[in-house]
C-alpha cells in the first residue's frame, strides 16, 4: 500500500491530464473543416455546358436499353426526351441528396450510444494533515439502452430513407408529366402552324377573287374588304402561333434542365404516338392504387409515424448508465460503481405517447383522403378521356363528309358547273375540319396524359416507357 501511495504521490496533475488528452487524440482523427462557397457563374457555365453527346449521358442511355450503334439520338420523341430530363434536370440532383442524407440517417441509428470518461483532479492545503495533497478521479458511463430502442430507431430511419427514394420516383414522374404535356402542345403547335399556313394561303387566293370581281364590278367593296380582314385575321393568328413555337421550347427547355438553344438544336418528332385501349374505370383505378408513388409515400409515412409511437411507448422504460470510477483521495484509494437512469417510470411518458397516437391518426385520415382524392380523380379522368374520343370520333366524320363535298365541288369544277370561289370555299371549309380534327385529337391526348398522371403509369403505346423508380438515377 505504501508503494502505491508513493506511486501516486509522484504524479503530477497536468501529467494525468495530458495522458488522457493524448489517449484521445491518438484513437480518433479529426476531420477538418473545408469551406465550400457556391459560385453562381460558375453553376451558370456548368448549366450552359450541358452536352447531349456527353459520354456519360450516352452511357446512361445504354444502360437504359439504347443500342450503343444508333447513338447519339438523331430524333427525339417523348422517351428521348424523359431520359434527357432525368439525367440533366437539377431538381432530381435535389432529391437525390436528400436520399444520401436518408441513407446517412440509416447508419446513425446503427450507432450505439457513446460511453464517457470523467475526471477530476483536487489539491488539499493538507489542514486536516491529509496523507497526501492531492485528489485524483476517473470514471466511466457506459450507457445501456432498453426495450429495443435501437432497432426502432433503426427502422424509423429505414422507412425515411425509403420515402426518399420513392419522392425521388415522384419528382422523375412529375417531369415525365410536365414534358408530355409541353412535348403534345408543341406536336399540336406544329402541325396547327402548318394548317394556319394552309389557310393563309387559301384565303389569299380569296382575296385575289374578290379583287379581280371587284375590278371588273362583279363584287362589291364590301366583299373584297371584308375577304381581305379575314386574312390579315390569319395573319395575325399565324404569326402568334410561330410565336408560341418558341415559347414552348422553353417551356420544353426548362423541363429537360437544358439551355434553350440546345433545344432549338433539337430534331423534335412531329409525329404524334397511337392511342390505347381506354381502361375501365375499374381497371383504372385499381391501378392508381397499385401504381401512385404518393400513395405508396404515404403508406410508408403511416408506417413512420407507427415506428415513432413504439419508441415513444419504448421510452416507458428507463435506459440504464453504469459508472464504473476510481479516485485517489488524499492518499486513500476508492473504487465505485454507480448506476442511473432517468425516472420516467413516473409518468410513463404519457404525453409523448399521446401525441404520437395523434400524429398516427392523422397519417391514417391523410391516407384515407388521399385513397378516395385518388379514387375520384381517376374516374374523372377516365370519363373526360372517353368524351375526348367521341368527340374525336365526330370531328373526324365531319371531315370525311367535307373532303366528300369538296371532291364533288372539284368535279363539277371540273365540269364548269362551279366557279372558282366556290371550289376555293370548299378548301376553306376542309381546312377548317381538319383544325378541328387536330384540335379534337390534341385534347384527346391531352385527356389521356392527366388519365396517366392520376395511375402514374404510361398508357401511350412506346417502344419504351421509361420506369420512374429505375431510371431516375444516374449512376
Known sequence: MSQRISLYSSIKPGLILAFSLALFTSGCAFQQYHAKPIDPIAINARLQNKDLSSPQFQQYLIKNGYIAERLPIKQWGLDELVYCALFFNPSLDVARAQLRAAEIAQLTALERPIPSINGSVAHSNQ???????????????????????????????????????????????????????????????????????????????????????????????????????????????????????????????????????????????????????????????????????????????????????????????????????????????????????LLSILNKNKAAIAEAKQLREVEAAQFEALQAKVVTDVSVANSE?????????????????????????QRRFAAGDADRLELTFSKLESNAAEKNVLLAQAQQIMALTELENMLQESLMQSNKNPSMAESSAKN
Not at 409511437?309 to 460503481?337: C, H, M, R, V
Open 127 to 341: 489542514a486536516n494533515n491529509d496523507i497526501r495533497p492531492y485528489a485524483l478521479g476517473l470514471s466511466i458511463d457506459i450507457p445501456f439502452e432498453t426495450a429495443n430502442k435501437r432497432d426502432i430507431r433503426i427502422d424509423s430511419a429505414r422507412h425515411l430513407s425509403e420515402i426518399a427514394k420513392l419522392e425521388i420516383a415522384q419528382t422523375a414522374w412529375q417531369l415525365r408529366n410536365q414534358i408530355a404535356q409541353t412535348f403534345n402542345e408543341y406536336q399540336l403547335n406544329r402541325k396547327l402552324i402548318g394548317l394556319l399556313a394552309d389557310e393563309q394561303a387559301i384565303r389569299q387566293e380569296i382575296v385575289n377573287i374578290y379583287q379581280k370581281r371587284f375590278d371588273l364590278g362583279a363584287a362589291s367593296n364590301g366583299e373584297l374588304s371584308i375577304a381581305k380582314l379575314q386574312f390579315q385575321t390569319m395573319q395575325f393568328q399565324l404569326a402568334a402561333t410561330q410565336r408560341d413555337e418558341l415559347t414552348l421550347q422553353a417551356k420544353l427547355a426548362s423541363n429537360l434542365g437544358l439551355p434553350l438553344a440546345k433545344v432549338r438544336a433539337m430534331n423534335l418528332t412531329d409525329s404524334i404516338t397511337a392511342l390505347p385501349t381506354i381502361p375501365s374505370s375499374t381497371d383504372a383505378q385499381t391501378a392508381a392504387l397499385l401504381n401512385r408513388l404518393d400513395i405508396r409515400i404515404a403508406l410508408k409515412r403511416y408506417a413512420l409515424a407507427e415506428t415513432k409511437l413504439k419508441l415513444e411507448i419504448t421510452k416507458q422504460y428507463p435506459d440504464i448508465i453504469l459508472s464504473p470510477g476510481y479516485a485517489y483521495e488524499f492518499g486513500d484509494n476508492i473504487w465505485s460503481l454507480g448506476i442511473s437512469g
Open 385 to 409: 378521356l372517353m368524351q375526348a374520343q367521341q368527340s374525336m370520333l365526330n370531328q373526324q366524320q365531319l371531315r370525311d363528309l367535307q373532303q366528300a363535298n369538296a371532291q364533288r365541288i
